[in-house]
């Protein structure tokens, strides 16, 4: 029984350690907002922030350290390969946004933005308050 948990603490440890682990620090030569690798195998890029998909770059040709020249709403990143500014979605790369988040504004089914529990925390922060209503 000893031997089992001392394997599975070990093989956990070596799981940990064997995953690489992405920085801020990864690109320290760009300063500000930056896209730092790809994240799928292939990345696809777009001519515009809602456009048409230009072509796909698979995950080696991928270029590193690339500053984030605009972020559009949809969240898609600006960068510049090859001399030519293209978007790519924010799924498909590793990338450090500096800088306060945008604010999560909805209505919940179950009355308000005003709870900050779990996965719901800072919900509703910095969103307009409804009128009328007790909160």
């Given at each position: 029984?000893?031997?089992n948990v001392?394997?599975?603490?070990l093989?956990?440890a070596?799981l940990?350690s064997?995953?690489?682990?992405l920085?801020?620090?990864?690109c320290?030569?760009v300063?500000g907002?930056a896209?730092?690798?790809?994240r799928?195998?292939?990345v696809?890029l777009?001519?515009?922030?809602t456009g048409?998909?230009?072509?796909?770059l698979?995950?080696?040709?991928?270029?590193k350290?690339?500053?984030?020249?605009?972020q559009?709403?949809?969240?898609?990143?600006q960068?510049?390969?090859?001399?030519?500014a293209?978007?790519v979605?924010?799924h498909?790369?590793?990338?450090r946004?500096l800088?306060k988040?945008?604010?999560?504004?909805?209505?919940?089914?179950?009355g308000?933005?005003?709870?900050?529990?779990?996965?719901?925390?800072?919900?509703?922060?910095d969103c307009p308050?409804?009128?009328?209503?007790?909160?």
């Open positions: 029984m000893r031997t001392l394997l599975c603490a093989a956990g070596v940990f064997a995953a690489p682990a920085a801020a620090d990864d320290p030569n300063t907002n896209v730092l690798s790809a799928t195998p292939q696809d777009y001519d515009g922030p048409r998909r230009i072509k796909s698979d995950d080696d040709k991928f270029p350290c690339l500053a984030v020249a605009q559009a709403p949809n969240m898609m990143l960068v510049t390969i090859d001399g030519q293209v978007w979605p924010p498909m790369v590793n990338y946004l800088g988040k945008p604010a999560i504004c909805r209505n919940l089914a179950m308000g933005d005003s709870t900050k529990v779990g996965s719901t925390r800072a919900l509703g922060e308050k409804p009128k009328g209503g007790t909160q």
